[in-house]
C-alpha cells in the first residue's frame, strides 16, 4: 500500500518562498510519476506540477516560472520549490503517485501566503 506523507507548509508572506516535501512508502518509487495539487476552498483540486520516470516536468500556468518540482529516487522523497509566492497560491497542496494505472493521494498541507 502506498503512503504519501507531505510536510513544509505554513505561513508565508508574499513573494517568500516555501519548499514542500512528499515522503512516499510502499511503492517502486523510480517506476511512478509524481505531482503535485492544490486545491483552495470552494474551489476544485487542480494540478500544480508533474515529474516523470525519466525526470521530465510539467507546470500549470499559474505558477510557470515560479515553482520547480523535483524528485530523489533513493530516498523516495518529491518536492515542490515554490518561490515569489502569491495570496492567491494559498490553498492545501496534495501530492500524487500513479504506478501501474494505481493513483494515491497524500494527506495535504496547508499553505498560507498572507501579509
Known amino acids: 500500500q502506498v503512503q504519501l506523507v507531505e510536510s513544509g507548509g505554513g505561513l508565508v508572506q508574499p513573494g517568500g518562498s516555501l519548499r514542500l516535501s512528499c515522503a512516499a512508502s510502499g511503492t517502486f518509487f523510480n517506476l511512478a510519476a509524481m505531482a503535485w495539487y492544490r486545491q483552495a476552498p470552494g474551489k476544485q483540486r487542480d494540478l500544480v506540477a508533474y515529474?516523470?520516470?525519466?525526470?521530465?516536468?510539467n507546470y500549470s500556468d499559474s505558477v510557470k516560472g515560479r515553482f520547480t518540482i523535483s524528485r530523489d529516487n533513493a530516498k523516495k522523497m518529491t518536492y515542490l520549490q515554490m518561490n515569489s509566492l502569491k495570496p492567491e497560491d494559498t490553498a492545501v497542496y496534495y501530492c500524487?503517485?500513479?504506478?501501474?494505472?494505481?493513483?494515491?493521494w497524500g494527506q495535504g498541507t496547508q499553505v498560507t501566503v498572507s501579509s
Open positions: 515529474i516523470t520516470i525519466a525526470g521530465t516536468t
Open positions: 500524487w503517485h500513479s504506478r501501474g494505472g494505481t493513483r494515491s
